[in-house]
């Protein structure tokens, strides 16, 4: 499979950087990427012969798994390379988040099997914050907390969660940093903690429950326009 990219397009995705900002990182490194690996030597050509352009339908495409979609069970790796790619998926989470209504967003919910999740909490949603490799190493207090899913949209319940934890992470930089976190804040950096680990918040659910829920999800699935395979077009 093979894209044919005309030049001008290139020089139409650096000047759209400029004004999308979920994709300005992204658009950036395509650009210099394409240019660096066809641009001389296919300079006399009107057109660019770019095989598999993974990294940029990567972004454009990122798509919230919905449950029961078995990826979601994945174990994520952790972040080795803190590069502009990086950079780039974790803006382009954010802007998804921000439109489906979240308040947090793990990777392998987009099917990224990596330690990423953001998170914002604030009430003007203006916060966002980046967490990479996060590890919770102090906990405590216990708390109830009502809770739903991007990627398990038809439920909401309440479970245990602990009201406070100390989260040892990596910034977008790679520098290390440890962190208290209370109240939202802290059930929300739980949550998508378990999403890395390939665990869903319908796990504590007790299973006479689950089951009446998993019948619920299946009625009003059943009932809906068909979707393309197990998941959700956001984007």
Known sequence: MFWFIERKQLNYFEHESKKTGGQRIFLKLFHR???????????????INFPYLMVF???????????PDERLRR???PVVDFDQELNGLAEKMLEIMYESNGIGLAAPQ????????VVDVSENRDNPRVFVNPKIKQTSGRVDS????????????TIKRYESIIVDYHDLSGEKQEEPLN?????????????????????????IKLQRLKKKIAK????????????ARVV
């Open 75 to 77: 174990l994520s790796q």
């Open 146 to 157: 009502s809770e739903g899913c991007l990627s398990v949209p038809e439920i909401r319940t």
């Open 57 to 67: 339908n990567m972004l454009e495409n990122l798509e919230i798994l919905q449950f």
């Open 220 to 231: 009003n699935k059943k009932n809906q326009p068909p979707l393309e395979g197990t998941t």
């Open 33 to 47: 990427l394409a240019n660096a690996i066809f641009g001389k030597k296919q300079q006399h050509h009107d057109k």
């Open 110 to 117: 987009v099917n990224q099997t990596i330690r990423l999740i």
């Open 183 to 207: 109240d939202l804040m802290s059930i929300c950096v739980q949550h998508e903690i378990d999403h890395l680990d390939g665990k869903l918040f319908i796990d504590y659910i007790p299973d």
